[in-house]
């Protein structure tokens, strides 16, 4: 299965990045670092992709079903979840999906995590994600999510929508809840 993000997924995708970024805006997830502090929220933002992707090793670990999206297996919901959360920061940061160094795409991705079981095909994608500057960690970590979905067959770009469709009719992601004690801070 030949695919790259370069090629073929990269205009979607930046398309994706605005209007996941725009909907977070909109709904308050960047309220603490407007109007002019937007990469202060880079590590914590990297941080949560790195639970997102623990959550996903979990439910693999534990074989469960997701608990929002019951019809769904947690491995691949917790991986949906971790691409808007890199989707939100490449929309964010004005992030071009489609540059790439010519090294790390989809294709690339896919045969460096080929072979390998669950955890350390998700051992490996965290470390892209903690490897690099922050431009191109945002870039080969979805390159990564991505490679995993079709190595484990599931359409993660359905899965995005459906993850943001419920989480857009969530009352813990209400800006008025989230800044409730015990709330969603970030």
């Given at each position: ?14 398309d994706l990045a605005r209007e ?153 992601h209400k800006r008025e809840n ?9």
């Amino acid at each position: 299965m030949k695919q790259t993000i370069v090629a073929e997924k990269a205009p979607a995708l930046n398309d994706l990045a605005r209007e996941i970024h725009a909907q977070n805006l909109r709904v308050g997830w960047w309220d603490e670092y407007l109007p002019n502090q937007k990469w202060k929220r880079f590590p914590t933002a990297m941080m949560l992709v790195i639970t997102e992707i623990a959550e996903a090793c979990e439910g693999d670990r534990k074989d469960r079903m997701d608990d929002h999206l019951p019809d769904e297996k947690m491995l691949h919901v917790e991986i949906a979840d971790a691409a808007i959360r890199l989707l939100d920061l490449a929309g964010a940061y004005e992030i071009d999906l489609s540059l790439t160094d010519g090294r790390h795409n989809t294709e690339f991705a896919m045969a460096r995590l080929a072979g390998h079981p669950v955890p350390a095909q998700l051992f490996l994608i965290c470390k892209t994600a903690m490897g690099c500057d922050e431009a191109i960690a945002i870039r080969h970590t979805l390159a990564d999510l991505w490679a995993f979905s079709f190595l484990r067959g599931f359409d993660l770009r359905r899965l995005i929508a459906a993850k943001r469709a419920y989480n857009d009719a969530r009352l813990d992601h209400k800006r008025e809840n989230r800044q409730k004690a015990g709330g969603k801070s970030y």
